[in-house]
């Protein structure tokens, strides 16, 4: 992209403008890889590619290096590609359209890929460097992170060398994260019989939209509204009023598991003489969620309008019921904080996706915590839930925490080097509610000691995802110093 000539480190931006233009999303990062691959090929950088399809690039250590412990810089290929509703694009074959705003890259009306986008580019561009002093280095990059860490959970043992690992995958420039929440998704699946409605039906639709989204593990706690949940509400609310007048048809939210949902439409008949009554009551619904979250969510609407033509059928009564009813009562947000680390959510859980059409419902459900036992105790309760209701459930794609090391030799290395090179005091040690893939590892690699750290992203996972170019150039200056200053092993 043009707009990126101009930016330094040139190097690191040159890269990401590869990752701008080259589709990614998750399961589908191969043409990417390859190109990384290649690239690396080409200036005699040793390459695998594992089972798992994650991609290994290494280098040599430059003269005088040799005997310090190897460093493996880690991130992730695949981004998670969420778009605004009126927006055309296509995250399998379009590139990300950003801009230069005030200091920021933006992507206005879809995700940037910053997350993990410009960890990568960063590890990139130090192996392209000729002038960086540094121990011996492996990049690994994995894919799938975003749809449930496959690529991390399916690293061999033993393929990694190096005893230091820098993960460049966090979000707060001048913290440095030290563990990290586990989770596991929940995957609900059910079917539900149809029946014939009287004569007078007509179809209408009810959206929900203009949310904010975001990360469902970094912004869970900001109380973000989730379309999900207030349509279900709303649904709910209309069904006690109207009784069977209100038939549920289809029912359509979210996009992702790991964003909270910005967009929720239903598709629901009525008896056309009860309409007026119903876009009132709908009206009213607008008005309250407008006052409840303003200031959190301030451009949420409520839309309710017809479509053409009579309803033939609908859910049957009973399913409906039971569906909704369930969804409702489905927990979302954060359920207990942490009573060790001050500030920081301990469990959560986001209700992501649902979508219920053609006699088959679906709902991913992604729970998170610092401990383990929580992640486990939060999804047998909604394991329950759903099973009370009737539905099948199915628990996948568990990874564990990243419990903290209080006592890192390279914690104190990455101080010691911040403090020297921004003439200011310690970086914020922090612990992440969102899941990255470093307890992943240290479970295949007990010994590695790691760190992760990032540039300043704003809304990841939500259209508008941004990244600071300033806090992008401290992290280059940061890491170069850093890999050179590796002590050589007692």
């Known amino acids: 992209m043009p707009a990126l000539d101009q930016l330094e480190p040139a190097a690191v931006w040159r890269h990401f403008s590869t990752l701008l233009n080259t589709p990614r999303p998750s399961k589908h990062e191969g043409p990417l890889r390859d190109a990384i691959r290649s690239w690396a090929e080409t200036r005699a950088l040793a390459t695998h590619v594992d089972a798992a399809g994650n991609l ?3 280098k040599p250590a430059t003269h005088g290096m040799e005997d310090r412990p190897g460093v493996v810089l880690q991130g992730h290929l695949d981004m998670v590609c969420q778009k605004n509703h009126a927006t055309e694009h296509d995250f399998h074959r379009d590139p990300i359209r950003a ?40 990049v690994l990059l994995t894919v799938d992170e975003e ?11 033993g393929l990694l060398q190096g005893s230091l690992m820098i993960n460049i995958d966090t979000e707060e420039w001048g913290e440095f994260y030290l563990g990290c929440a586990g989770g596991i998704d929940v995957n609900v699946s059910f079917t539900y019989a149809f029946e014939a409605l009287p004569e007078g039906f007509a179809c209408y639709e009810i959206e929900v939209g203009g949310l904010r989204g975001g990360h469902s593990g970094v912004d869970i706690h900001l109380e973000r509204g989730n379309a999900i949940k207030l349509l279900v509400r709303l649904l ?89 009813a369930a969804l409702h009562a489905a927990p979302h947000g954060v359920r207990r904080m ?41 999804a047998a309760e909604i ?20 419990a903290p090391n209080p006592d890192s030799d390279l914690l104190k290395l990455f101080q010691k080097v911040y403090q020297h090179e921004f003439t200011t005091g310690p970086a914020a040690v922090k612990v992440i509610h969102a899941g990255l893939e470093c307890g992943i590892l240290k479970s295949k690699y007990p010994d590695l000691d790691i760190i992760s750290f990032g540039p300043d992203i704003r809304g990841a996972h939500a259209p508008g995802e941004r990244v600071n170019i300033e806090s992008v150039a401290k992290c280059w200056k940061l890491l170069t110093a850093v890999v050179a200053a590796i002590p050589a092993r007692p």
């Open 56 to 58: 290994i690039i290494r």
């Open 147 to 157: 749809a449930g860490m496959g690529g991390a959970l399916g690293l061999e043992p």
């Open 236 to 324: 709910r609310g209309l069904e006690g009023r109207f009784g069977k007048d209100v038939r549920l048809v289809e029912l359509d939210g979210g996009s992702a598991r790991n964003a909270l949902a910005r967009e929720a439409r239903a598709r629901i008949a009525l008896p056309i003489a009860q309409a007026e009554r119903v876009a009132s009551r709908v009206e009213d619904f607008d008005l309250l969620v407008r006052g409840e979250l303003a200031g959190v969510d301030d451009g949420v609407s409520v839309r309710f309008g017809p479509e053409n033509g009579l309803a033939q059928q609908a859910i049957d009564a009973t399913d409906q019921q039971r569906i909704l």
């Open 338 to 378: 942490s009573q060790h680390v001050a500030g920081v959510v301990e469990t959560s859980n986001n209700l992501g996706v649902v979508k219920i059409a053609d006699g088959r419902g679906f709902a991913n459900l992604m729970v998170r915590s610092l401990l383990d036992s929580g992640v486990q105790a939060l």
């Open 383 to 402: 394991e329950s839930l759903f099973v009370l209701a009737g539905a099948a459930v199915q628990t996948e794609g568990g990874y564990p925490g990243w």
């Open 99 to 138: 801009e230069l705003q005030d200091g920021w890259l933006v992507a206005p009306n879809t995700t940037l890929g910053a997350d993990n986008g410009i960890g990568v580019a960063l590890a990139l561009a130090l192996l392209e460097s000729s002038d960086v002093p540094h121990p011996p280095l492996e």
